[in-house]
């Protein structure tokens, strides 16, 4: 597999949400508004590709035993290091993701690509793979933290969309509305690569 | 032998590498973490004490007392800090009290790891709303249906953990300073 299909599969054929179903609790939980949902993408990049990275380094000497002990403690070195540098830069951003930002330690998007992908190839494919998958997580999240911000509060990234006449459909903001505009995305999903 | 022999030694080292980095990037962004704290309680004494100009900070026994005064230099109340264990983790509170420690102006949550949609809805306006103006002369009390006598908190429904974990800081707290109190001015 060449370089650019690497990478493309994480945004679409292979997506690591709407495809994998993988990663699901922090994409209902933090796709209140587009914001947080761009923010929690952002860090999952720096997780998944640092972790990728480093899984992939270090693959030839660790024991089979004990490798998802030392993927877990890798990814949650760099899940702490995002988690410290939020609190320290963007305190907003750590306050409204709350402890999603940390539980991207047990996401199974980020030890689930070092087992399958990241302990099994080389440095270069391991980075592409992580950054494809971790871009496609992040799109996802944007879309689907945009659509419910856009009907739950009339707003896409704070800026106001639909005017003072828009009656808000509040069940966009909770978990229900988030599993229904997920449901539709991963059936619309289906449904395109179904031509 | 030599297969367990490994197995340790890889597990230790990266153990070893991750806690130095981890030490490394703490200490450089430690400063700034608690730049931030210090402007969070800033704006929370701001919202729930519009009229203080003054914030002094005094010691009182063992704990930290804010001395509130408005612009004309009179005493309008005291801010006080109170942290205690909630369902998940420390829960830090912000608390605004009249100058007679008799009745709370309000209270903000600095810190939870609650739940979230439950016991995370200790942070919503519905529940912090019923600390606002509360009489604490005979200490907090949280009860599960509606609140009947003066400084009856209602708890969360399905986070009766975490409500419970604020108004217990909180009483506990307000022991404390209240022991202390004659030391004051």
Redesign the interface.
Known sequence: MNNRDNFLKGLWSEHPVFRQLLGMCPTL?VTTSAKNGLYMGMAVIFVLTFSSLVVSL?KK???N??RI??YT??I??FV??VD??F???I?DMSRQL???LPLIIVNCIILGRCEAFASKNNLKKSTIDALGMSAGFTWGLFVLGSIRELFGSGMILGFTILGKNYNPLIVMIL?AGAFIVLGLLVAGMNRLEQK | MKETLRIIGVLTSVCLVCAFLLALVYSRAAEKIEVNQNQRLKTAIANLAPGAEKVEEVSLGDSTIFKLSDKKQKLIGYAFLAQGQGYQDKIAILAVIDVSFGKLSGIEILESSETPGLGGKIQETDFLKQFKQLPVNNGLECVKTEAQADGQIKAITGATVSSRAVVDTINKKLVVLKSEIKNLK
């Open positions: 939980a270090i000497i660790v024991p035993q004990v002990a030392v403690v890798i949650a070195t702490t290091v410290i540098f609190k320290a830069y305190p709350g402890p999603y978990p």
